[in-house]
Nanobody, 124 residues
Framework: QVQLVESGGGLVQAGGSLRLACGASGLSFRIYTVGWFRQPAGQEREFVTGISWIGGNPSYVDSVKGRFTISRDNAKNTVYLQMNSLKPEDTAVYYC?????????????????WGQGTQVTVSS
C-alpha cells in the first residue's frame, strides 16, 4: 500500500523559513515524479513545484520562484520543499503527490498518490 506523509509545517513569521518533507512507503521516488501543491482555505488546490524522476530542472509556479526549492534524497525516499522568505499569501495546506509520468504536471488529476497535507501558516 502506497503512503505519502508530509511533515514540517507550522506557524512562522513573514520572512521566515520552513522545510517540508515528503516521505514515501510502498513506492520509490527513484521512478516517480513528485509535486508539491498547496490549497489555501476556501480556494482550489494549486501546483507549487515538481521534480521529475528522469532529472532536469524542477518547475515552479511564478509566485515562489527564487524563494522555494524542491530537492530529493533517493536514499531516504524523501522529497523536500525548502521555503524561504515566506509571505502571508503562502499560507495553505501543502500536499505532496506522486505520479508515474516523467514530467512534473501542474494538473491535480495527473497525480496518482497524495499525502494528507501539512498546514503552513505565515503571520504578518
Amino acid at each position: 500500500q502506497v503512503q505519502l506523509v508530509e511533515s514540517g509545517g507550522g506557524l512562522v513569521q513573514a520572512g521566515g523559513s520552513l522545510r517540508l518533507a515528503c516521505g514515501a512507503s510502498g513506492l520509490s521516488f527513484r521512478i516517480y515524479t513528485v509535486g508539491w501543491f498547496r490549497q489555501p482555505a476556501g480556494q482550489e488546490r494549486e501546483f507549487v513545484t515538481g521534480i521529475s524522476w528522469i532529472g532536469g530542472n524542477p518547475s515552479y509556479v511564478d509566485s515562489v520562484k527564487g524563494r522555494f526549492t524542491i530537492s530529493r534524497d533517493n536514499a531516504k525516499n524523501t522529497v523536500y520543499l525548502q521555503m524561504n522568505s515566506l509571505k502571508p499569501e503562502d499560507t495553505a495546506v501543502y500536499y505532496c503527490a506522486a505520479r508515474a509520468g516523467a514530467g512534473a504536471s501542474t494538473v491535480v488529476a495527473a497525480y496518482d498518490y497524495w499525502g494528507q497535507g501539512t498546514q503552513v501558516t505565515v503571520s504578518s
